[in-house]
């Protein structure tokens, strides 16, 4: 006997929208942990969880206004006949305290998995289009990487004890765009990132020396490795008016927060002297700090901190 199968009827379900994020920090695609939640704008109460599939994608299914386009074929004419896309939210968190939390706002339905289109040049994984997750300060050195934190303090600004909540912290090398990140609420930052190429001398038995045979490029041990790297910060604080006040229990939006304008770290608590260079030391972990001077000496509570101010701020 001779079986034949009879298809009735085929079901498909398109999901509104996929996310893959991955870690600022090595590049690695991070599919556990996270907490991820969309909802319309302007509706945070029609919230709805995101669930990982097994490849690390987070999909999103029947969130408000659109569950009556997930019946759909999912082909070329489906995505062309769709109606004009509605904004959402989507807020990520950290289970396990390694990454900032923040948001940004995609338009829905969305073709596949969502494509990250980073803000400014010169990102260390710019070739990665999954979202990409920023070092929080709780976050420990793992696997031999360059840590560097700073406490970021705008001495301009009147709330939150000068806090540079949201400040971007930029590391270059060579011009080479190494490491980047963004200061909590509490304006702590953290920086995890691999160490630049080891520096070498000419190639030389000893260094300098026309004796080598065959020639061979010699330098510091790795322990005594130094680099000089250059500083850049971003920093576009709100204004002071209540009707520009993001929402206390808001997450900074993550487009907004990397497109904020340059910004001047300081030296020294003065603010007479810039930071523009830092010194990065192989197994040690910077702490970037301003200095205090005899005429503006810091007390207790800022002797740890980096004073920044906004581009436009007088010095």
């Not at 930052?189 to 020639?215: E, K, Q």
Request: aromatic letters at 8%; a negative charge; charged letters at 20%.
């Amino acid at each position: 006997m001779t079986w034949r199968l009879i298809e009735l009827d085929r079901v498909t379900t398109v999901a509104p929208l996929g996310l893959q994020f991955h870690d600022a920090a090595s590049g690695t695609i991070v599919g556990e942990g996270l907490s991820v939640w969309a909802f319309p704008l302007n509706r945070p109460v029609a919230k709805r969880l995101l669930i990982a599939n097994r490849v690390g994608v987070y999909i999103l299914h029947h969130a408000e206004g659109l569950i009556d386009l997930e019946h759909g074929a999912g082909d070329q004419s489906y995505w062309q006949g769709l109606p004009a896309p509605k904004q959402f939210v989507i807020e990520v968190s950290d289970e396990y305290s390694r990454f900032q939390p923040f948001q940004l706002t995609v338009d829905l339905p969305t073709r596949g998995i969502y494509k990250w289109i980073g803000v400014g040049d010169g990102s260390p994984l710019s070739p990665m289009t999954s979202i990409p997750l920023y070092s929080s300060p709780a976050r420990q050195a793992f696997g031999g990487m360059a840590v560097v934190r700073a406490e970021l303090h705008d001495p301009f600004r009147a709330g939150d004890e000068g806090n540079a909540s949201g400040a971007v912290l930029e590391l270059y090398d060579d011009d080479v765009l190494i490491a980047r990140g963004f200061a909590d609420e509490q304006g702590r930052i953290a920086l995890i990132f691999p160490y630049p190429s080891p520096r070498s001398f000419p190639p030389g038995s000893p260094p300098g020396s026309a004796l080598s045979s065959p020639p061979v490029s010699t330098g510091p041990a790795l322990t005594d490795q130094v680099w000089i790297l250059k500083a850049r910060a971003l920093y576009s604080p709100p204004l002071s008016s209540p009707l520009n006040q993001p929402a206390e229990d808001s997450l900074p939006d993550l487009k907004s927060t990397l497109a904020q304008t340059d910004a001047q770290l300081w030296a020294d608590a003065d603010q007479t002297e810039t930071l523009s260079e830092v010194a990065l030391q192989f197994g040690r972990e910077l702490i970037l700090k301003s200095r205090s001077t005899s005429a503006s000496p810091l007390d207790d509570s800022w002797e740890s901190v980096l004073f920044i101010t906004p581009a436009a701020s007088p010095p």
